[in-house]
């Protein structure tokens, strides 16, 4: 069976509104034998099992990924899933040269800059949103603050963020709520390195317009 053929279904877990869930599925696929090569090479044969192991093994990681991009549950799941899609119809595509997260980590970033493009979120639908209740916060125990204000920061981050073109948002994104280097960026991108660097010196400067306007310090 050929990946995207008319037999394709993936499955991904329903563990993303639980961080707890995601260590203990990050823990559990540390014990795993097979890597990712031999995953990935069943897959390709038509392994639908093989690959629902490349999603329980990775789906922590995709979904802290994406979180960065949209912290809000019920579209976070879909992303997730669209990710393992996309990479699940593409895995022809992977070479054993490069790390094979990195390859789904790159999958899982351009899906949050489609997201981006798609949406066009304005900062009037993230605020519409923001005193919803999230399940991410139903589910944390008490003594999860940290997440709970990660959760609250990326929200805020994301509303400002929504001022600026999409191109500018998923750099920004990349950079300072991933923590990416700008060659990072610029490899995650495609761009050069120089454009990079002059994109993200005209989106700080977009921001910062946008920091001033709501008296926040940057």
Known sequence: MEPGGKAEKIKVLNCYSS????????????????TDQKLVDRAREGDLRAFDQIVIRHQGMISRCLFRFCPHQSDLEDLVQDTFIKAYRKLHLWKPT???????????????HDYFRRCKRTPVALASRAGKANAYEQELPEDKQDFRS??????????????????????????????????????????????????????KRKLRKYLTRYEISG
Do not use: C
């Open 150 to 203: 990660q959760f609250q920061i990326t929200e805020q981050v994301q509303f400002l963020l929504s001022h600026l073109p999409a191109d500018d948002r998923h750099l920004l994104t990349l950079q300072y709520l991933e923590d990416r280097s700008l060659a990072e960026v610029a490899a995650i991108t495609g761009w050069s390195l120089s454009k990079s660097k002059v994109k993200s010196f005209r989106a």
């Open 19 to 34: 961080p707890i869930a995601l260590a203990v599925f990050d823990r559990k696929m540390e014990t795993e034998t097979d």
């Open 98 to 112: 490069a790390p094979f997260e990195n390859w789904l980590r790159r999958i899982a970033y351009n899906t949050g």
